[in-house]
């Protein structure tokens, strides 16, 4: 089980156990959320945070990308081999189980079932392999993409911007004024419901670059340990109280599930501050997210993310809520199961691919 799962995508790399730990907090929000939705889960009633933890994804992705190219020299990044396997591990991470998911949907819809979660027609299918429609929770396939587009040029300023005097300062205001920049081009208010474009989304992603700058350019505040603790578990309380159900009973106003959807900053500086929280502070919430159940459930959360509606959809057709708890066991085990299933098939196996120069002879 270890080797097969634990083991860390590349011998000899730093793993840091904690932020799988983190990644499998975020998918377990998203189907605590859907869940409830479904009426599986009445109490506690955990519908409308699903969209906080597709923004810790968000957080995770960018934190995870831009420290590992800020940890390169800035002549390095002009290595035409780093970019292309940059690019290759970014299609290899998404596409192989995104296409397995689009292609037997596909054939599942024209096959005329229509209990399957994804309904993909010809039109459908043309529009997901575009990144231009997502489907349920596919929408945030689209936005991940186009931000890894995006990263290397904002990587590329940050990493000049470094080599000047006061250049981590100078590094730390440009990521500000692109946060603000964003949230001006693109109003939190005036965002579709699960829009496949980046532009709303960009200010969740630029808070897990700037969790990245800050872990790299100020190392000395990890010697603040306790007080970085008592920010984890501050920030985990507030994440508690942005659930809607609980927001309305404290408030008393009216229940609303779409709430926090349009959260992006609020959410994208806790995500980031947290991640930072865990990393410096350690302790108990540290070693929570590094035990081994956590960290499977982060290693297999893409296939999770992407599996759990239609295993959620099949348990449905088969009644098991009306079993009550062993009902929602045999769920939860179900989309363990698949997605474990998932991971060794169609992610596992791509893990170690990248492009190697030929030599040239003379």
């Known amino acids: ?46 519908s409308g945070i699903g969209k906080s933890g597709v923004y810790l994804f968000f957080v995770l992705s960018a934190y995870l990308l831009a420290h590992a190219m800020l940890a390169r020299p800035l002549a390095s990044l002009a290595n035409r081999r780093y970019w292309i396997n940059y690019a290759l591990r970014r299609v290899l991470r998404i596409w192989p189980l995104y296409l397995v998911i689009l292609l037997s949907s596909w054939s599942l819809t024209r096959a005329g079932i229509g209990d399957w979660h994804y309904q993909i027609d010809n039109a459908a299918l043309l ?10 929770v596919l929408w945030s396939i689209p936005v991940e993409f186009s931000f890894y587009l995006w990263l290397p040029l904002i990587v590329g300023a940050l990493a000049l911007l470094r080599a000047l005097p006061g250049g981590r300062w100078l590094g730390l205001l440009l990521l500000v004024l692109l946060v603000l920049l964003a949230r001006w081009h693109w109003p939190a208010a005036q ?64 229940y609303d599930p779409e709430l926090n959807h349009r959260w992006f900053t609020a959410f994208g500086m806790g995500w980031g501050l947290l991640l930072l929280a865990v990393l410096w502070g350690g302790g108990a919430l540290a070693r929570f997210f590094a035990c081994a159940p956590m960290r499977l459930t982060g290693v297999v959360s893409f296939s999770a993310y992407l599996w759990h509606m239609p295993v959620l959809q099949a348990a449905n057709a088969l009644g098991l809520r009306e079993w009550g708890a062993a009902g929602l066991i045999l769920l939860l085990a179900g989309m363990l199961s698949a997605a474990m299933i998932s991971f060794l098939l169609f992610e596992r196996p791509w893990r170690g691919v990248h492009y190697r120069a030929r030599p040239t002879g003379r």
């Open 1 to 46: 089980m270890r080797r097969l799962f634990l083991a860390p995508a590349t011998a000899g790399t730093a793993h840091v156990l904690p932020l799988d730990g983190l990644r499998g907090l975020a998918v377990l929000i998203v189907i605590g959320s859907h869940l409830s939705n479904a009426g599986w889960l009445p109490w506690p009633n955990l």
């Open 127 to 136: 529009g997901h392999l575009a990144l231009r429609e997502g489907q349920s």
């Open 191 to 254: 965002a579709p419901a699960n829009g496949v474009q980046l532009g709303p989304y960009l200010v969740v992603f630029l808070c897990g670059v700037a969790a990245a700058w800050v872990h790299g350019a100020w190392p000395g505040l990890a010697r603040w340990r306790r007080l970085w603790q008592v920010l984890a578990w501050l920030l985990l309380g507030l994440l508690v109280l942005a659930t809607p159900s609980l927001w309305a009973l404290l408030r008393g106003g009216n």
